[in-house]
């Protein structure tokens, strides 16, 4: 798998050179979209995009003997949500025709 990213800033691009709306339109569109998407989290809500999958706040356990895995430090941990995404079908299908490179 390539490591190359698609950022924010590319989303807007690709818009810009589909569309015919300004960049500082898109940009606007853009970011409230994630706003909305990051309010929506907050308030446990879970996001359904058909087509391309499900956001979803989930509950990670807490724990007393987790690591610091920088200085190894024994530290606790306590009990919080973190966004989830579980693809949808139309997006795992589209994913299955990349091809897959040796690792070898």
């Known amino acids: ?11 807007v691009e690709s818009i810009y050179q589909n569309t015919n709306l300004e960049k500082k339109q ?9 706003d909305e998407l990051k309010t929506a ?15 979803e706040p989930r509950l990670r356990k807490g724990r007393k003997k987790a690591r610091n895995p920088k200085t190894g ?22 994913l299955w025709d990349l091809p897959v490179k040796d690792s070898k």
């Open 41 to 55: 989290l907050k308030n446990g809500k879970t996001i359904e995009l058909r087509g391309f999958g499900t956001f």
């Open 73 to 94: 430090e024994a530290i606790s941990v306590a009990p919080h949500y973190v966004a989830a995404f579980r693809s949808g079908q139309e997006l795992k299908k589209s």
């Open 1 to 11: 798998m390539s490591s190359e990213k698609f950022t924010k800033f590319d989303l």
């Open 26 to 34: 898109i940009q606007d569109v853009v970011e409230l979209l994630f």
